[in-house]
C-alpha cells in the first residue's frame, strides 16, 4: 500500500488529523485539570490519554470502527490489572 493510499484509509478511519487533534487536546487539557491527576500513576495518566486519543478518534472518524473501541477497553483493562491485589 502506497503512502496517500494508507493516509486516506487512517483519515477515514480516524477522521482529519486536525479535527482529532483538537478534539483530543481539548479532552486531555480538561483532564489534566482536576483534582487527580497529580496523584495518578505513570501508567494511570497515559493509559487516560490514550482513551481520550481514541475517543477522539471515534469523534472525529468512524465510530463504528471496532479497533477503537477495544483499544479504549485494553487500556483500562492494563490499569484494573495493574491494580488487582496479588494473589498468593
Known amino acids: ?42 501508567d494511570q495518566k497515559e493509559c487516560l490519554e490514550m482513551i481520550v486519543h481514541k475517543t477522539a478518534r471515534i469523534l472525529a472518524g468512524d465510530p463504528n470502527f471496532t479497533d477503537h473501541w477495544e483499544d479504549i477497553a485494553g487500556y483500562a483493562i492494563l490499569v484494573a490489572n495493574r491494580l488487582k491485589p496479588v494473589k498468593s
Open 1 to 42: 500500500m502506497e503512502i496517500a493510499q494508507m493516509l486516506d484509509q487512517r483519515r477515514n478511519q480516524h477522521g482529519n488529523l486536525i479535527t482529532q487533534s483538537n478534539i483530543s487536546q481539548d479532552m486531555k487539557d480538561i483532564i489534566r485539570a482536576t483534582g487527580n491527576w497529580d496523584v495518578l500513576q505513570a
